[in-house]
């Protein structure tokens, strides 16, 4: 697949631009950093970071997305993955060609079988976009975010 964009460990610049100058519009709002302290501290932390933050650059460097991506202990080959696209490029038509790329690398670098994520139940643009990347719903959940409890949606991408 060609690609206009390029994937990196998330260095410590770009997490802070992501935490304190990314805000969404409108009910989006719901993603913006600072509306979750500990969402807010894993990214701008890099000890919490860990390695398991990544930037995506357009090839002039300039920064379009993040994702996270976690394997889960007691599953092999099953990973949690957790993305944003930079607000000033939600609602472009992106999102599936984005959404690609980080598929695309995820498979090359680990050893997945299956990928996982949690969706707000009230983001259904993003639920197209996952579903049009071959993810299907898996369970729906109440999680905690932002100070309160919320409905979610599980999207699994199953391989081979």
Not at 116 to 133: G, P
Not at 142 to 157: H, L
């Amino acid at each position: 697949m060609q690609t206009d964009f390029k994937i990196e460990q998330l260095i410590q610049e770009n997490a802070l631009i992501i935490a304190d100058k990314w805000h969404y519009d409108g009910i989006y709002s719901f993603y913006d950093m600072t509306a979750d302290l500990e969402d807010y501290e894993e990214i701008v932390t890099p000890q919490l970071r860990k390695n398991n933050y990544y930037q995506v650059l357009s090839l002039d460097n300039k920064l379009i997305g993040f994702f996270m991506l976690e394997s889960i202990a007691t599953a092999p080959n099953v990973f949690e993955i957790g993305l944003g696209l930079a607000p000033n490029l939600t609602g472009k038509g992106l999102g599936e060609k984005f959404l690609k790329t980080i598929i695309e690398y995820t498979t090359k670098n680990f050893p997945v079988n299956k990928l996982i994520l949690d969706v707000a139940e009230f983001n259904i643009r993003a639920q197209t976009v996952y579903r049009r990347c071959g993810f299907v719903i898996t369970k729906r959940h109440m999680q905690e975010a932002n100070n309160s409890i919320y409905p979610f949606v599980e999207m699994t991408k199953y391989f081979k």
